[in-house]
């Protein structure tokens, strides 16, 4: 079964646009943040170009948020940092936090 399949969307935030549907940077992106097989996000760093593609899609509310607070995401938001070092594709880089070790 494909990955991308199995993904569930991101809390308040449904990706479920079609093929030929309009891009949604910031539901793909906390999609990939929330993906049920990967561990919790900690941070989300994104080229300057995503960055912008982000708050051009944003509501006023949502982008001053991200402006103010760099925080991305709804209910729980994930700290973004913009980085132009980030490769051009995908533009995005998820951090996430370190695995728990089981105790011996």
Request: with cysteine.
């Amino acid at each position: 079964m494909d990955e991308t399949a199995s993904r569930e969307p991101a809390p308040n935030r449904a990706a479920q646009h079609g093929h030929w549907g309009r891009p949604d940077p910031v539901g793909d992106i906390l999609a990939t943040a929330w993906s049920p097989a990967a561990p919790e996000p900690r941070e989300i760093r994104v080229r300057p170009e995503v960055y912008h593609c982000i708050l051009a899609e944003l509501d006023p509310a949502e982008r001053a948020l991200v402006e103010e607070r760099r925080l991305l995401g709804s209910p729980i938001a994930i700290p973004l940092v913009v980085d132009p070092q980030l490769p051009t594709f995908p533009g995005f880089e998820i951090v996430r936090a370190r695995p728990h070790t089981a105790a011996a």
